[in-house]
């Protein structure tokens, strides 16, 4: 047959004649809000994480896209011009990381136009931290710090000011956001998607996913803000996905081609607009118009929404127009209407029956005490930068602030990347560590020296620090021998308080004494190091060093260190030349060579007891509060069996066990027991790859737990997840608490949620919360409260019981994007083995009240260990010619132990940043303002304060001028909210700053003096 | 452990802070060519397919991106962009189906910037036809008309000429290509990919991928041009793709940022260029900076393209520049070098030992056929549009203009898209048709009208055409009734010669005659209309017009035309009065009842004779020139088998039988013999899905077949591909003859190529040749010639035979990218079966030597059949109030059978394009020069023709001016070539055009009359 096989079916266009006439249609883009209509706002986005599948760098530039193709350059390029091509268009971009490299990269003829765009408003920066933020596994100070840095660019360079939130793909969401990271910025209102899937459904029932969020009891409604949940995720409704490539069918609208599909595509979009409608309060509802690294060439999207506009507009049923989140809050604000109150938080996030992204709490351990420490050091850094004085010069910190701002993305510390993108964000916090190391070593240097020798010329003294002491591994220290030369330690104390702190430091030699500064020998102690450190040292020195360790030290000495607040103190380490002067070494014993059936340890106050049986401790004793408590601590492991394919398997995000294993005691150690005057320790090697070392100071009343777990074994088949658990006979009802990013904590109720009536799926990872700075329960008379050095997931899962999951090794992929097996792995010599963590929690029992105080000081105690710093020199020689003992603080002065300084960093000559946090929260133990004297707080630094300007929390808007702007909210409240308390505005005369429980207040100071002279 | 896993290495450049300091680079990107090094020529392009797995209007707005994410739409904005950022910056674009459908889109003031980038030479249009056409599957008019379709766009918007052949993608080359669509064009170089692999090897070896093609025989080098053969395909080397996501390294070169590697992508690049330059004659070598669709957005392209450039020509060892196919061509001629020379072709085309692209010569044979048919209509139509005159209105026949161009993409006739895609082809020709049909309609009905009724007004006739003729189905005929209307029969020839042929169409009565236009009764037959024919009427009348046909007619009224040049002639069918007058009825009889073993057909001077017992056509004799021939007609099936997935299998594109079968004579019914005076049939139903009819006219000294073939079964589960074949004794050494586009015939040895000693692998589909007007063997004394009226594919076997394959239906993909089984398939009231195909052969055995002219001339007549049109009068009234009787041609004038009209058509008022072809080849029947009298030649249309302007082929640029800026090359030629002879200019006064061998020539007529007046 010589005819197609078809009808003559005739195409009302198509048969135009091929004759060049113009099909140009000019699109009319300028629609606004229109009253009465279903108002669709058009949000165009991009969400480029600052890391994940490919480091951040890969995802700017576009390398590695065999792994996925995104290209960060290519939205910034091409977002722009399609800007500059209509005024109409908006765009809002996030993460500054990403923005940040772009803008370098331009001509400064680009750089005006972009200006341009900023001002008109058609591009919006939102968030504006460094990265889209993890909520549950970073600490506070961290968020604060990155977001600080972005908004501190988009200041400095625009003259802008971020008006939203947009926590869009975070896997749960923090009371913390919502109000320190909120509204303490001064944001108007905050959106995200990831909530509770159960909890998603009864708000789409309820119309109820856009609320007024109070995250802080303590602060209440002066710290609330406007929180829209997305109803489902943060990409356009199906079919309006228009990135190259995409399937969704674009509007065909010229009458010479086929396919011409304006109707069709109009109804398609009236009818996605008002299904979103229907579950949306008043008559505004936003379209996510992006997603994951889209707008890789704008104009694909651009060219549709600009026909949607046209077109939908002219079809007059709903309103559609180019918006931004700032422009549909002020929306939302404008409607007048009343909105339900969320309190609490947004965690666990399930997005499945049987998958919660609980996993992720604590997936890649080592990684998130990795950037714990660099946290606490990060801050230290920048006070002693202040108080050596930058002059003019670029900070040292830069590399590391940036580090450690990208280490909070929230495919990041979260342990959510690749492989190789975690050994990239470590890869660049280590480059900042070494910046900052040499930093500090001058700032100490500079500190210690003498005043005259110092005015002029650099600075002699080279202290040296040891990033790697937790694993004993300290060359300066291990080395001291019988030469005249004594080993100097500098300690330096980052917090406003004094403090006393027993320092460890790994010695070589048993004759060895510790004096201080004022030439005084002091007690200390000799601990001898036992086998089981030796194997972790040895192949994780090679690891970070590059080169295998001498030979073991022998002993760990143990001396107390009593500090002033931001400020140190000298102390001498020698060998010692008379016998009896030297260290007391410890007495050792094991449980074989004891007949008792217990043991009970501890050389202060607090009793720690052992049974010799089985090892476990099993009393907690406090002699002085006769607090005591029966306790049993134990390890175990969810075993997640080999799954098939078709079933949620555990993974970098969810954590899905299928059954729990205690650790048996196969082949164990007996434990051993420690004992001198400063501290007991016990060493427990509970099986192969798990042991414990239990230390309980003279001066503490807390017990310190060092675990060491490693390579946790494959060999079965099985990924592993282990869990640690303590166990009282507390009637604890159901009930625990964890904190928010180690600020405020949080009530947790086994199998329940605020908000909705849970249906209980999974008994275990429903009932994981993320623990920053610890976890407690407490009964009618008792508080058992666990601090830990880095963020974990934690949970009670039995009345009396608490548990935290401390490492994970996986053999499956937990489907959620990530795309690879969650195992890692260190390899020295081309072995290999799985990871080994050495981590540390602290353990206390109180009486019913009395935590808290423990938990905020000695939290913050963790937080901000104290810093180290070596040098050799003949100890007289270094007494009479350097500074011994240093301080920042008037040394009549010190700053209550429930007020952390948590920023002091010179901005520039003559101006700082003072971040003053409030540790406490409302009714435990300061319902009233607490007070700092800020003048008498740096008096010591021979500074004048000039002027002292407070400022929201990102320090980019004075805090009176934040206040003005405030968006009023109605709130549909079940009962009146109790008075909340803040503190009231700094007088300039007296520079008294109050803090109200649970509040920080941000200053630039400015001083009239230019140069710091340190006293 | 709390430390990352990895060293601290240090990269040199990414500890710099984070201040804001600029990396902004302003990239060299204005190098030129460079003397003396290697020279590497950006040639940036997208090759973009006009339909292939999607539509033409799918690709172009990114429409059915499910199938493939292809938009040019993006690739044209985003070029322009990137293109008006930088002037350094190029791009060539091909497909003016595209640009056309983008142009009309744009505001006059991007109309504006856009010629300013092709003025200034950014942007350059190359090829320039509406597609990149096959160069296998159409005939040479069709590739002419799309290319001057393309160029006057060009034209017209631009004030262009394209210099370049740009056939990157086609699956070999015609010679055609070369010489015709290439130097007559005025093109300087021609540019393609894909040869054979073997070919490719020696190439590659010989540094002869560059070379002078010859393709005419008869025009030798005044035809040849400059043609480059890529090393690979028409991408970049490996490693060297940019479109987004495309995994390439990109130039990482901020310093600030990690994986810096500009030293690493240089040495890459060198390394490339030094292999290419080592496979090349000149040190300039051409990067295709592009690939299929690609640039959707040009920036990721052009991004890395100035980083090369810049970084690269730092470097030194080589120098690169954005080029053009031009400039590049351009510095080849300037090197002054010699090249090889090329005559012949570049078919068939193997990109593996097992993969002969041969199976697309006869790939959806029944959409070939509906081109064909409609590309001589189209030549009719234009014809008969002058004839009437568009006084200014817009041709009526853009739609099929633009239809017919678009079809002949190398993925429309040759048959290798997507099955929808094919559809949307055929119905854009479909809706061409309609057009056309209505301007054939009113064109025939204007110039029946006597002089004086249509001066003014409307024209009241309205003339039915018959599509589906060739299936017997022709309403207005099959109802001719005894009231007193007769059938009014308009029957047109298009060409330039006097012709007799006989027409033949269905009527339902046995009682009717034919009248001349004097009124004269002539002589008919009817032929009965056997059952064979009934099922493919019903259906495919059904599947085109979308109702049932009604009642069969029961015969084939026949009857001799004699008709003017370019002219009608008026018969009359009528219900016969008288006894006696009517139409004779044919002669019937069957093998069954028939004594002798052979029965001989033919009332003329050619006889068949048939074998009773065999059926086969055993003998074919001409009584006058007292040639004959032994022959035999059979078909085979080349049996496809299920192929093991890693086996090459058959597919749209290759043909890979694994064996053959005759078709065997399985409950066929016996032979039918038909018999009258104007025309013999035989009726042959050679199993129940082949059937033909063998049919001899009086008048004619050929055979034509006509073969029914389908719906193929596949019940056995074997595709199958159907080939005729025809055996003699001829002892052919080898050798037989295939068209090049319908044009020149090529000489073929069997398991040869010219160019290098072949590697015989696949015996069948290694010896197959496109196939457009026909194929013919020799002896010594005798030639045998099949004409075919589509293109297929064909060989010559085994000495004296040739065989072609006619139809093909696959139950495999041969995994070149269509990703779709070739499967035809029509249906009819939801049921389907495979595709049924209807065609005719033409067979004659001529004198050694005789053979050209009837080839030439009947091959003309095939191309451009007898339009017939109809309608309903009364005869007498008809005639003496009509004109019946017309020719474009003064009457006393026609054209020569060697010189063909291939274009008459007006441009607009007062101008109309002539294109003359001289049909013989040289070393043939005409080694002089042919003479054509332009001013007789259409004299009789009453216009004074002002100005007779020679032009290139594709009417874009004075013949002259092209002569003058033509590029002589030097040439490695073996021998001398003989003299070439062209005709002379034309003589204003006397408008005579010499036409040589093979030549074509292309005119400008200016008429000073603005209005035609037919006499």
Chains 1, 2 share one sequence.
Not at 72 to 97: C, G, H, P, T, W
Not at 592 to 616: H, I
Not at 754 to 774: C, F, I, K, R, S
Not at 836 to 862: C, H, N, P
């Amino acid at each position: 047959m010589a005819f197609p096989l078809l009808f003559l079916l005739f195409c009302t266009f198509c048969s135009s004649p091929s004759a060049i006439y113009s099909t140009f249609i000019p699109y009319n883009t300028s629609a606004s809000v229109v009253s009465g209509k279903i108002n669709v706002h058009f949000v165009p986005h991009s969400h480029d994480d600052v890391g994940w599948l490919k480091t951040v760098d890969q995802y700017y530039f576009g390398g590695n896209n065999s792994i996925r193709g995104a290209c960060v350059q290519n939205v910034l390029d091409s977002v722009m011009s399609s800007l500059f091509e209509d005024k109409n268009r908006k765009f809002i971009y996030v993460e500054m990381a990403f923005f940040q490299r772009w803008w370098r990269q331009q001509s400064s003829g680009m750089k005006e136009r972009v200006k341009g765009l900023v001002n008109s408003g058609q591009l919006e920066f939102i968030n504006g931290g460094m990265c889209m933020h993890d909520e549950a596994t970073p600490h506070y100070i961290d968020l604060i710090d990155q977001t600080t840095l972005g908004h501190k660019f988009i200041k400095d360079e625009f003259g802008q000011i971020p008006r939203v939130g947009w926590q869009i793909d975070p896997f749960g969401h923090s009371a913390v956001q919502a109000y320190l990271l909120g509204a303490e910025f001064g944001f108007d209102s905050l959106f995200f998607a990831r909530i509770d899937y159960q909890d998603r459904a009864k708000r789409l029932q309820d119309k109820t996913l856009e609320v007024v969020w109070r995250g802080s009891q303590s602060l209440g409604s002066t710290s609330q803000i406007f929180t829209g949940i997305f109803p489902r995720h943060y990409d356009p409704p199906d079919g309006f996905t228009f990135e190259i490539n995409d399937v969704s069918p674009p509007i065909q609208d010229d009458v010479l081609l086929f396919d011409y599909n304006v109707q069709e595509r109009v109804s398609d979009f009236v009818a996605a607009a008002l299904a979103q409608a229907n579950v949306t309060r008043t008559n505004h509802i936003m379209w996510l118009m992006g997603t994951d690294f889209r707008y890789q060439y704008a104009n694909s999207w651009y060219r549709q929404m600009d026909k949607f506009i046209h077109y939908v507009n002219q079809d007059g049923r709903v309103n559609v127009l180019y918006s931004t989140p700032s422009m549909y809050t002020d929306a939302k604000h404008a409607a007048n209407e009343e909105w339900p109150l969320k309190t609490g938080d947004f965690f666990p996030y399930a997005d499945h029956q049987n998958a919660y992204w609980t996993g992720y709490f604590t997936s890649r351990p080592a990684f998130k005490g990795f950037v714990r420490t660099m946290s606490g050091y990060y801050l230290a850094a920048r006070q002693l930068e202040f108080f050596r004085g930058r002059s003019g010069v670029a900070s040292k910190l830069g590399v590391l602030a940036d580090a450690l701002a990208i280490a909070q993305h929230h495919d990041a510390v979260s342990g959510t990347q690749r492989q190789h993108v975690a050994a990239d964000y470590a890869l660049r916090i280590s480059i900042g560590y070494k910046e900052a190391e040499k930093l500090v070593a001058s700032s100490l240097g500079f500190l210690t020296e003498s005043r005259s020798s110092t005015r002029q010329g650099s600075i002699s003294t080279e202290l040296e620090q040891c990033p790697l002491l937790n694993i004993s591994y300290c060359p300066p220290t291990e080395s001291i021998s019988s030469d005249e030369q004594s080993l100097v330690v500098v300690a330096y104390n980052p917090l406003g308080w004094k403090r006393e702190e027993v320092i460890r430091i790994p010695v070589s030699s048993e004759n060895v004494e510790v004096r201080d500064s004022n030439g005084i020998q002091i007690e200390s102690q000799l601990v001898p190091l036992l086998n089981a450190t030796s194997r972790v040292r040895t192949i994780y020195a090679k690891a970070y060093t590059g080169h295998f360790p001498s030979e073991m030290p022998k002993y760990w000495l143990a001396f107390s260190a009593s500090l002033p607040p931001l400020g140190f103190n000298t102390y001498f380490v020698s060998v010692a030349n008379q016998t009896g002067s030297s260290s007391i070494l410890s007495l050792v014993h094991t449980a074989e060579n004891t007949k008792a059936r217990t043991v009970e340890v501890g050389p202060g106050n607090l009793k720690l007891r052992f049974s010799v049986d089985s090892g476990e401790l099993t009393h907690f004793i406090n002699g002085r509060s006769l607090v005591h408590c029966f306790l049993k601590l134990k390890f175990l492991i969810s075993n997640l069996g080999p799954s098939p394919c078709f079933l949620q398997a555990s993974g970098a995000y969810v954590f899905r066990p299928n059954g729990t294993f205690t650790v048996k005691n196969l082949g164990q150690v007996p434990s051993t027991f420690l004992r001198g005057p400063l501290l007991d320790e016990v060493h427990q090697q509970l099986n192969p790859w798990i042991s414990q070392v239990t230390r309980v100071y003279k001066g503490k009343e807390h017990a310190e737990i060092e675990f060491v777990i490693g390579p946790i074994p494959l060999d079965d088949g099985t990924g592993k997840e282990i869990t640690t658990q303590i166990k009282t006979t507390m009637k604890t009802n159901k009930t625990f608490y964890t904190d928010s990013n180690g600020r405020d904590f949080i009530k947790r109720v086994r199998d329940q949620r605020t908000d909705w009536d849970l249906e209980v799926n999974q008994p275990v990872a429903g009932n994981y919360y993320p623990v920053n700075l610890g976890i407690y329960v407490e009964d009618d008379t008792t508080e058992l409260s666990v601090l830990v050095d880095r963020s974990v997931g934690g949970s009670s899962l039995v009345d009396g019981q608490i548990e935290l999951m401390l490492h994970r090794r996986m053999l499956h992929d937990d489907m959620r994007g990530v795309g690879e097996v969650l195992n890692e792995i260190v390899c020295v010599l081309d072995e290999c083995e799985g990871l080994t963590i050495v981590g540390k929690m602290f353990l206390r029992v109180d009486q019913l009240g009395e935590g808290a105080k423990w938990r905020r000081t000695v939290g913050q105690e963790i937080y901000s260990p104290v810093l180290v710093a070596f040098t050799k020199q003949d100890a007289s020689k270094w007494m009479e010619s350097h500074v011994n003992s240093f301080s920042g603080v008037d040394p009549s002065y010190s700053l209550p132990n429930n007020v952390a300084v948590i920023t002091l960093q010179e901005l520039k000559v003559g101006e700082v940043l003072l971040r003053l946090a409030h540790l406490y929260e409302v009714c435990t133990l300061s319902n009233v303002t607490d007070v700092v004297n800020v003048d008498s707080f740096l008096s010591n630094l021979f500074i004048q304060i000039g002027k002292v300007t407070e400022l929201s929390l990102s320090a980019n808007q004075k805090r009176s001028e934040l206040e003005k702007r405030r968006l009023v909210w109605k709130v549909a409240a079940k009962e009146e909210e109790s008075k909340v308390v803040r503190g009231g505005a700094v007088d300039p005369d007296n520079l008294v700053v109050e803090l109200a429980p649970m509040e920080i207040r941000t200053f630039f100071l400015n001083f009239d003096s230019p140069q710091i002279y340190v006293s």
